[in-house]
């Protein structure tokens, strides 16, 4: 079924940690985008991408990296995790630049 | 960038009531504006989203209106059951990129 995928689902661990979180889709899509939320609150646009090897910052600032080098897998780096960064991350993809499928989200916890 | 405000940030009715949550945007370049519902725990999911070339779209009991003039659009919920209970998110979408506003908690009571 085709489906986006998030891995962990959840997280803890300690500041100064390098984690990667994980996202993957077997829609076909190109467009794919990271957000952040805190729960129940605003989406924020952390990072996109329009296809292989293309990778944009959004408008929050974020300390985090992403690559893609697949068109289906876009897995975003935090290089030194920090108590600010805990928060949930929503991974998205899109076939034209309008309706968006979610993940089910990664629920980071930074101690 | 685009700026997206959403109103109001809770709303309770009664079962079988109308809600309606209103969204503006700042950037007339925007030309898609989905509407998310996000359950408790849950990914956001699409309800309904209009283009700018049309000022009114329905599904059943779910509308969105857009007045590009007044660069403002709104959804509409009608005869509300408690399964509507979610966070509600507008968006504007520029170019690909999308910008949310910040949600509208609707709690439906029976």
């Known amino acids: 079924e085709a489906d986006i995928y998030q891995t962990p689902r959840y997280l803890v661990i300690g500041t100064g940690k390098k984690i990667t979180l994980e996202c993957s889709q077997t829609?076909?899509?190109?467009?794919m985008y990271w957000y952040q939320q805190d729960p129940g609150m605003e989406l924020h646009l952390i990072h996109y991408s329009y296809g292989v090897n293309s990778t944009e910052k959004g408008d929050l600032s974020s300390e985090s990296t992403v690559s893609r080098i697949r068109t289906e897998h876009f897995p975003l780096t935090l290089e030194s995790a920090r108590p600010s960064h805990t928060s949930q991350y929503l991974c998205a993809s899109s076939e034209r630049g309008d309706e968006q499928f979610f993940g089910p989200g990664t629920r980071l916890t930074v101690l | 960038g685009e700026n997206v405000e959403q109103h109001p940030s809770t709303l309770s009715v009664q079962e079988g009531d109308s809600a309606v949550i209103k969204c503006t945007y700042s950037?007339?370049?925007?030309?898609?504006f989905p509407w998310y519902k996000q359950e408790l725990g849950k990914r956001p999911q699409l309800i309904i989203d209009?283009?700018?070339?049309?000022g009114e779209k329905k599904d059943q009991r779910i509308a969105v209106t857009l007045n590009k003039t007044a660069k403002h659009f709104s959804l509409h919920i009608t005869e509300t059951q408690p399964e509507d209970s979610a966070v509600y998110f507008c968006?504007?979408?520029?170019?690909?990129?999308?910008?949310f506003g910040s949600g509208t908690k609707l709690n439906v009571k029976p």
């Open positions: 829609m076909g899509h190109d467009k």
């Open positions: 950037d007339s370049a925007s030309n898609y």
């Open positions: 209009i283009r700018s070339n049309v």
């Open positions: 968006a504007a979408g520029l170019f690909n990129k999308f910008y």
